[in-house]
């Protein structure tokens, strides 16, 4: 009588569990934790269209030469099976060096951004300005969002939220269900939970990664587009110009209030990544037409001379010593640029393996073409 009794309660508690599942933060992270590149199929989206005439690479000479690491020859395509990589592409002047794709993944499987999304959001930010939606950088949160006047957000310019230097009070930890990071993952209202942000420290005066900083600018540029979504702005500004192969999407936090996460979470194809690292190798442009503004294209690729800021970092993008930089996700994902070189890398993983320095290893393959 007593197993069946337990059996009864088991039941009930998981009907119960599976029927307050989708609306219970503490309930996804348990079930879902920790984030993966599945991750696309369990959160609702916003969807981004193809064009009708995609831009394509042409395929080229399909090589991947070893590179000098660590004072000796290595074999890249080996570096790359045993660390958990999905997609791996090298790309100059257009022209296909290089794609291999990994543990059953093909150029039409979808993986997401994760943080590499920033580096979207930074475009965007252009193209706000450009359009007269946004009139600087030096404007203040809170002009746009005045909700977040009494949280300090009148201290802080948009600028300062471009470089992590805003000082917002967030922890950037996906292991803990109470931690910022992880209720703005798993959440439900995001527009709520950003306004509620507050400071720590002084705007202006210290860099600290912190993907709070990016839900900032969703909101702000939510704010300025006045009823268009974050993902219908993508679409006309980025997706549609840059003729995308593929559909895609964008993860939004519930299908009742819609706020795309800002921080991360777009969701598409390794071909159509590169040619976002395509767009800011060509400075803005693409084929003639300037479709993100090239002073900020510039200005976002190149060392902030602001104070409080890193020499690593810029407007939402990973900047290199040799000049090169990089749109860096979550999980190993990354969009490479070598101006100099002409060249665009993307690898795409389920992880970073036991191979923890992907940028470096990006330094070394530029280099040997």
């Not at 074999?75 to 099976?81: G, Q, Y």
């Not at 917002?168 to 930890?173: A, L, R």
Request: proline share 3%; aromatic share 14%.
């Amino acid at each position: 009588m007593l197993k069946k009794f337990l059996l009864i309660a088991l039941l009930i508690g998981a009907v119960i569990f599976a029927l307050t599942f989708n609306s219970c933060l503490t309930g996804r992270f348990i079930v879902w934790n920790f984030s993966d590149i599945g991750d696309y199929e369990k959160f609702p989206s916003k969807p981004l269209k193809a064009s009708a005439k995609p831009f394509r690479f042409v395929k080229g000479q399909e090589q991947l030469d070893d590179i000098l690491w660590e004072g000796k020859k290595q074999n890249v395509i080996s570096i790359l099976e045993a660390n958990d990589s999905r997609a791996f592409l090298i790309i100059r002047n257009d022209s296909i060096l290089f794609e291999k794709y990994f543990e059953g993944y093909t150029d039409s499987s979808i993986v997401p951004t994760f943080s590499m999304a920033k580096s979207f959001v930074s475009a965007l930010f252009g193209c706000a300005i450009a359009d007269g939606l946004i009139r600087s950088t030096s404007d203040k949160v809170s002009d746009y969002i005045p909700e977040m006047k009494a949280n300090g957000w009148d201290k802080v310019t948009i600028e300062h939220v471009l470089d992590m230097s805003s000082g917002v009070d967030f922890k950037e930890s996906y292991y803990s269900p109470l931690s910022e990071a992880a209720s703005f993952y798993y959440g439900f209202n995001l527009r709520e939970q950003t306004m509620n942000l507050k400071l720590k420290r002084q705007p202006g005066t210290e860099y600290e990664y912190i993907s709070g900083n990016t839900q900032v600018l969703g909101l702000v540029l939510e704010r300025a587009l006045k009823g268009k979504s974050l993902t219908a702005y993508l679409q006309e500004k980025i997706w549609s110009p840059l003729q995308m192969e593929y559909d895609a999407s964008w993860s939004i936090d519930d299908t009742k209030t819609g706020m795309e996460k800002a921080f991360c979470c777009i969701n598409a194809r390794a071909r159509d990544y590169a040619k976002f690292g395509r767009l800011y190798l060509d400075s803005g442009r693409w084929n003639g037409t300037q479709v993100v503004p090239k002073d900020w294209v510039m200005e976002s690729t190149q060392v902030s001379r602001e104070p409080g800021t890193a020499a690593h970092y810029h407007r939402q993008w990973w900047l290199r010593p040799d000049g090169s930089f990089m749109a860096r996700g979550h999980l190993g994902q990354y969009i490479y640029v070598n101006r100099a070189k002409r060249l665009i890398l993307v690898r795409l993983g389920a992880g970073r393996g036991d191979f923890q320095d992907w940028p470096t290893l990006l330094d070394a393959v530029a280099a040997t073409y």
